[in-house]
């Protein structure tokens, strides 16, 4: 008998649109590193051959399932898929057996999914090509609807005396749809995308933005735009407009990240990777080629140079001389503290 083992495993509801094909799938159950009693339970079930791989359960399989003993022994499994079983929709089981770049929607959301419920870290899963495997749908009241489906269910929803509210049209659905991790405050939950990694005790405020395959350590408040592939460490604001260079427009290949205990303020920006401690004052946007002049502790010019030579370094200050324009760069002599009431969500 050959034994099979699994990055990881989902078993959830999938949506298809008007030509069959499957548009979005939402998992319930994720499983990381799965038990092996319960990978070989399912493997055989779906008749697996190897492979990332994903199966829609007829009805006999999901009986052979329940059937198995790591499945009974498991409540909240079973319990879960025996509503599974009970439902109308397409049952689907997402197998990834390595963690390869993506080949399917079942797989982009699996690992979306993994990502949002803080299974996996960003960075940590092969995400290449998966804006490109995922449909641009209509997310509506209803769900996600294929656009070229969507003015035929609108018209249904007239005649009906109902009005088919679109709420966004993307590649990506909003993550509190999906996963609402423990103890977080999400102000205006539309602008937390699917793929959100958000740390224990962070708080979203209204005008605060998290994409896709980024996120914070937690606790972190955040009022500004955490781009994808950026990484907020504990302790860390982002102040009201500011906005974070992510990897998918501007920022190439470089990854962008903040550390513990610090601050990027108002209508600023991050274009280079910081250390712990960093300070980037309201209004100053740091890209890599911006000139900084460097300040010793008696705000002496010691040295000029480009921002990405001080990339991941920490306990620095960059703030904007008000008389010369230059941007300055000195020690950072103090810590940003959260208001711990703030951050505390239970």
Known sequence: MTTFSFHSIGIGIATRNGRDEIIEVFYPIVLRAPDAALAQALAGTVQYSGGNTHCVLGQTQLVQLLEQSIIAEDAQLHATLRQLDSSQHDIVVMLIAEDAAPASVPEVYLKLHLLSHRLCKPHSLNLNGAFGILHNLAWTSQGAIDLDDLPERQ????????????????????????????????????????????????????????????????????????????????????????????????????????????????????????????????????????????????????????????????????????????????????????????????
Do not use: W
């Not at 996963?179 to 740390?199: D, E, M, S, W």
């Not at 009201?240 to 427009?249: D, E, R, V, Y």
């Not at 300040?295 to 920490?314: F, H, I, M, N």
């Open 155 to 346: 018209l249904q929803a007239r005649l009906k005396g109902e009005v088919l509210e679109v709420m966004s049209v993307d590649k990506f659905p909003k993550m509190s749809n999906y996963v609402v991790p423990k103890g977080v405050r999400i102000a205006h939950t539309a602008r937390v995308r699917l793929g959100a990694y958000i740390g224990e005790g962070t708080t979203i405020m209204h005008e605060g933005f998290v994409n896709f395959n980024a996120g914070t350590e937690g606790p972190a408040m955040i009022e500004g735009r955490i781009s994808a592939g950026v990484m907020i460490g504990a302790g860390s604001d982002l102040g009201g407009g500011c906005s974070t260079m992510g990897t998918l427009s501007g920022g190439g290949t470089e990854i962008i990240s903040l550390g513990k205990d610090c601050l990027i303020g108002a209508n600023a920006g991050l274009g280079i990777p910081l250390g712990d401690r960093c300070i980037v004052e309201a209004g100053l946007y740091i890209t890599a080629g911006t000139k900084v002049l460097l300040l010793d502790s008696d705000k002496q010019v010691v040295s000029t140079l480009k921002a990405r030579e001080l990339a991941g370094k920490s306990d620095l200050l960059f703030r904007r001389n008000s008389l010369t324009g230059a941007v300055e760069c000195q020690a950072n002599k103090t810590a940003v503290a959260l208001n711990a009431e703030l951050h505390t969500h239970n």
